[in-house]
Each structure stands twice: as structure tokens, then as C-alpha cells.
């Protein structure tokens, strides 16, 4: 099976095709232009077994991996940080564009990554709402300080004009995620589940299935932890002894989007506050139980879209 390195920028995408020890590298421009130029050039390659590796790249590769995807070929999409450290073991000294490309068919033929599909459409749109309706409220944070930070008065009558518009695209938004769960039962019967877990509201519910849509079919709720990167990272070599902290090695949204759930869970779920208080008596600080908070609140949505029941505090007591 051939191999195809891809790296991906915002405009363009460099690959790198792997034949029996050597490398052909071509650059296309990221859109469906380019894509049809490389269907055309890998066929000009003779290719009929192709498995294409690129990076986890935010949305830049999504639609070329799909692509790929559909046009029969095996794809992986792999964390950086693994391509990262694979060329410090190749004692990588160049960084191009090109060159990365390259590296990246070398880690795939070595490693051989896990195979990637494009999520099912009702998740892709609404991981799209999710994302929009976060770039929202981010948006408007920024509009609120800059209205706090100005006293001229024509500037805040147009950011107050602003922030009024803003605040109506994020509740049309909020409707329009509502309203995509309800339309789809299986998401909207995830969605009560979720909800039914003290500290988990719809809007952090919709961001779970929309950022982890493999959660009910990991096999252990540890898997869905490590991929929010919310794994406790130990630093205990020789005589060095640091405090743990997360790796964050993962998904940042899924992260952010527990943060303030975990805040409120300390306070109204009991599950929580058990686990608070034997870590606080443990003299654990305060952020340390809040990282351990986080993974049990993940855990127990594990827990209720495995079983398919909603939160049950004795249940949860005793598993």
C-alpha cells in the first residue's frame, strides 16, 4: 500500500507520496480545485492502495480527509504532538512544508495509525453549531470589555448596537442546537441522559456529543478522559517530585466545556462533593480536586450513556 504524508496549511496542503523507500512531493491548493488535482495526480501516480496520514489540524484538513475518505482510501488524522515526536527521534533539523509532509509518510508507514471516518452528519452539524455558538459568546466577552474599557460615547452606543446583535445570534443559535437534538432522537435521548447528571446542562451536554462522539462506544470511561486530555500527568523521576498536573494532552474543548459544570457539581451533586472533600482532606489543592472533578463528571457521562440510565446518586455510589 502506498502511502500519502499530508501537511495541511490554510490555503494550500503539501504531500508527500511514499513508494518503496522514495518520496514524491507535489503542493495543491486547499479547496475542492485542489482536491480534484491530487485525484488526478495520484492517479497519474498509479495509485491503488493509498493510505493518507495528515495532522489534527482544526478544520483546515477536515474536508480533504473526508474527501479521501470517500473516494475509497484509507485516511488517519493523528495528534501533532506524535509527529512532533517522531522527527525528534529522526533528529529532524529542517521544518518546511515539504519536509513535513515527508515525515509524516514516515511515521505513517512505521506507525501505522488507527484509520479515521467523518462523523455522521446530524454530529458534524451540530459540533458546527457548538463551535459557532462558542465563537460567539467569545466574541461578545470581547466587545463587553472593550465596552468597559471606553467613555467615549459614540463608541459605546455602537458596541452596545453590536453586543444587542450579537446577543440575538447566540440565542438564535441556542435554539437552533435545541432544535437539531430534537429532531434526531438518539442525540436528544443522550442529551436527557446527560442532563439528568447534577452539573451537566444542555449547553455543556450538547458540547460533549458534539466534541466526543465515540463516548458511549469507549470501552472504558479512562479512554474518554485521555482523549480530553484530563489525565493526570505524574512528574516523579529520581529525586525530583513535582505536583501532578493534567496533561492536556487532548481535546481543549471538551475541557473548557467541563470546567464550569465541575464548578457547579462541587456545590449540587453529591457524588462531587464526596470526592471533594476525601481529596481535600487528602490536602490536595484546589485545582487538583477541580482536575479530579472534571474526570469523575466525564466519567459519569460515560456511565449513563453506556447504560443508557439516567443518573442514579446510589448507583454511582457503588460502581
Not at 462523523?119 to 463551535?131: M, N
Not at 467613555?151 to 444587542?164: A, F, G, K, P, Y
Not at 512528574?235 to 470546567?259: H, M, Q, W
Request: aromatic share 4%; net charge positive.
Amino acid at each position: 500500500m502506498d502511502i500519502l504524508g499530508i501537511d495541511i496549511a490554510k490555503r494550500t496542503f503539501d504531500v508527500a507520496l511514499l513508494r518503496n523507500t522514495k518520496l514524491r512531493n507535489k503542493k495543491f491548493p486547499n479547496n475542492s480545485a485542489g482536491f480534484t488535482q491530487l485525484d488526478q495526480w495520484l492517479v497519474k501516480q498509479a495509485v491503488v492502495n493509498l493510505h493518507a496520514c495528515l495532522e489534527a489540524t482544526g478544520n483546515y484538513g477536515e474536508a480533504l480527509a473526508s474527501h479521501l475518505h470517500q473516494a475509497g482510501h484509507v485516511v488517519s488524522i493523528v495528534n501533532p504532538a506524535c509527529i512532533k515526536a517522531f522527527g525528534q527521534s529522526e533528529l529532524q533539523r529542517n521544518k518546511t512544508d515539504r519536509v513535513d509532509a515527508g515525515l509524516i509518510a514516515r511515521f505513517c508507514e512505521k506507525q501505522k495509525p488507527q484509520p479515521w471516518a467523518p462523523a455522521p452528519l446530524e454530529i458534524r452539524e451540530l459540533q458546527a453549531l457548538v463551535r459557532h455558538l462558542d465563537s460567539l459568546t467569545e466574541t461578545r466577552t470581547q466587545l463587553m470589555n472593550r465596552l468597559n474599557s471606553t467613555q467615549v460615547e459614540s463608541v459605546i452606543n455602537s458596541l452596545r448596537t453590536v453586543i444587542e446583535a450579537v446577543n440575538a445570534e447566540i440565542a438564535a443559535t441556542k435554539r437552533k442546537i435545541r432544535d437539531h437534538i430534537n429532531g434526531h432522537p438518539d442525540l436528544k435521548e443522550c442529551r436527557d441522559l446527560l442532563t439528568s447528571i447534577p452539573g451537566i446542562a444542555a449547553t455543556t451536554a450538547a458540547k460533549l456529543l458534539a466534541e466526543i462522539e465515540h463516548l458511549r462506544e469507549y470501552k472504558h470511561p479512562r479512554q474518554a478522559v485521555a482523549y480530553a486530555g484530563l489525565s493526570p500527568r505524574h512528574n516523579d523521576s529520581g529525586e525530583v517530585r513535582r505536583p501532578s498536573r493534567l496533561s492536556k494532552i487532548g481535546n481543549s474543548r471538551v475541557r473548557k466545556a467541563l470546567y464550569m459544570p465541575a464548578v457547579v457539581a462541587l456545590k449540587y451533586n453529591p457524588i462531587i462533593k464526596q470526592l471533594s472533600e476525601r481529596l481535600s482532606q487528602r490536602g490536595k489543592c484546589k485545582m487538583v480536586v477541580l482536575g479530579a472533578v472534571m474526570r469523575k463528571l466525564l466519567h459519569l457521562a460515560f456511565g449513563v450513556l453506556k447504560t443508557r440510565k439516567p443518573f442514579d446518586e446510589n448507583h454511582a455510589t457503588a460502581s
